[in-house]
T-cell receptor
Framework: RKEVEQDPGPFNVPEGATVAFNCTYSNSASQSFFWYRQDCRKEPKLLMSVYSSGNEDGRFTAQLNRASQYISLLIRDSKLSDSATYLCVVNEYTGNQFYFGTGTSLTVIP | DTGVSQDPRHKITKRGQNVTFRCDPISEHNRLYWYRQTLGQGPEFLTYFQNEAQLEKSRLLSDRFSAERPKGSFSTLEIQRTEQGDSAMYLC??????????????FGPGTRLTVT
């Protein structure tokens, strides 16, 4: 079983739509959670950390559900520039390994 | 530019040759990570340094791979006797390691390796 699993998509949504991605993780001892964005042939860039209480940054909202072992990312009012692959990342503090999902591809259509 | 830098950006080599990549992290970051990424996959953890100490190595890292961070600043990743399966993007990331946001990693642009 993979440590982190994501639906690879692709998600094709019109501009202005709301889209949500989920990601599940297998280790209940995981400590830190992140969403990264990766554009084609570029390096991943940190989008946001995910806190236990949930957090929001502009049009982006991240949630953590420890009981069900998943994190989510909600993007409101999608822009063309949101088109990218979104990577879910989980850190098991004791091992300090970071596990990346395979990514979810998003295309925002005009 | 005060971000993470990697050199070279591209490397083409023949099977069996050795290659070495360099990573310069953000200067005040004490943690440094190496990852490998192939098409359609997320980055795969290879190894991790806290200052100059290599604290973690992936089980997937064969003995042909070695990494160093001799003075706790830049790091090198060497692949000996390269194989075609080593073709990938090699990414370096650094993080502060302490304080709020200590685990947040910032990536370099990567080194794309092609083994022919």
């Amino acid at each position: 079983r993979k440590e982190v699993e994501q639906d690879p998509g692709p998600f094709n949504v019109p501009e202005g739509a709301t889209v949500a991605f989920n990601c599940t993780y297998s280790n209940s001892a995981s400590q830190s959670f992140f969403w990264y964005r990766q554009d084609c042939r570029k390096e991943p860039k940190l989008l946001m950390s995910v806190y236990s209480s949930g957090n929001e940054d502009g049009r982006f909202t991240a949630q953590l559900n420890r009981a069900s072992q998943y994190i989510s990312l909600l993007i409101r009012d999608s822009k063309l520039s949101d088109s990218a692959t979104y990577l879910c990342v989980v850190n098991e503090y004791t091992g300090n390994q970071f596990y990346f999902g395979t990514g979810t591809s998003l295309t925002v259509i005009p | 530019d005060t971000g993470v830098s990697q050199d070279p950006r591209h490397k083409i080599t023949k099977r069996g040759q050795n290659v070495t990549f360099r990573c310069d992290p953000i200067s005040e970051h004490n943690r440094l990570y190496w990852y490998r990424q192939t098409l359609g996959q997320g980055p795969e953890f290879l190894t991790y340094f806290q200052n100059e100490a290599q604290l973690e190595k992936s089980r997937l890292l064969s003995d042909r791979f070695s990494a160093e961070r001799p003075k706790g600043s830049f790091s090198t990743l060497e692949i000996q006797r390269t194989e075609q399966g080593d073709s990938a993007m090699y990414l370096c990331a650094s993080s502060p390691g302490v304080g709020a946001g200590g685990a947040e990693q910032y990536f370099g642009p990567g080194t794309r390796l092609t083994v022919t």
